[in-house]
């Protein structure tokens, strides 16, 4: 299974826009990106996903570099119920497997 | 259209006891797998469900079991307790079983073994 790395935490501003990145340098051609997060108490929700081309949603914005081994999800203005912990996960394209696989995430903070 | 509901939301056991936790999916949805959280080890699956059939498996011991019924609804059962069973147990469900299906997760039962 392929593996993303994230940083451990990151802050943001309210109102401001978050960068949070992700390293998936053994991606293969065929691996979906999707990016899940975690509110306080709550279970994952789906925030967005891409394959090669950068997406849009209402919820963020997700950059892939061009040799797709980085990613970035973007919120463009973060608010306090933005605080997190979101999670960078890689899916094969083929197997139509359920499993995501979670790492440890990035918990993001947002001040007022 | 109604989420993803789990039931029960809480749940405490003693060591040796066994469980079953329940998972409604979204209607329409056809595909359930569940996932264990703890503080250790994060968030990992245990397994996944089309049509009443088991798809994948994580590496969890025997005593962790699932089953779906016909209106897609799955139960998961662990057996024997042990204290490291205590963890949030969350269920998400699909439409599908394509890759790209989003994946809607329940507000998970938060069991606890004494």
């Known amino acids: 299974d392929a593996k993303t790395t994230q940083p451990n935490s990151m802050e943001s501003n309210e109102e401001e826009p978050v960068h949070l990145p992700c390293n998936h340098s053994?991606?293969?051609?065929?691996?979906?990106i999707h990016w899940y997060r975690q509110l306080p108490s709550q279970g994952p929700e789906y925030v967005i996903h891409?394959?090669?081309s950068n997406v849009n949603n209402r919820m963020a914005s997700l950059a892939i570099a061009e040799d797709r081994k980085s990613s970035t999800l973007i919120l463009h203005r973060a608010t306090l119920r933005d605080a997190a912990v979101y999670y960078c996960i890689l899916r094969p394209r083929s197997g139509n497997t359920g499993k995501l696989i979670f790492g440890q995430g990035t918990t993001l903070q947002v001040k007022p | 259209k109604a989420g993803v509901t789990q039931t029960p939301r809480y749940l405490i056991k003693t060591r040796g006891q066994q469980v079953t936790l329940s998972c409604s999916p979204i209607?329409?949805?056809?595909?359930v797998s569940w996932y264990q959280q703890t503080p250790g080890q994060g968030l990992q699956f245990l397994f996944e469900?089309?049509?009443?059939?088991?798809?994948n498996k994580g590496n969890f011991p025997g005593r962790f079991s699932g089953r779906q019924f016909s209106n897609s609804r799955s139960e998961m059962n662990v057996s024997t307790l042990e204290l490291g069973d205590s963890a949030l147990y969350l269920c998400?469900?699909?439409?599908?079983?394509?890759?790209?299906?989003?994946?809607?997760f329940g507000p998970g039962t938060r069991l606890t073994v004494l």
């Open positions: 209607s329409g949805h056809r595909s």
């Open positions: 053994t991606i293969s051609g065929t691996d979906y």
């Open positions: 891409g394959l090669t």
């Open positions: 998400a469900s699909r439409i599908g079983t394509a890759s790209s299906d989003t994946q809607y």
């Open positions: 469900y089309f049509s009443e059939t088991q798809r």
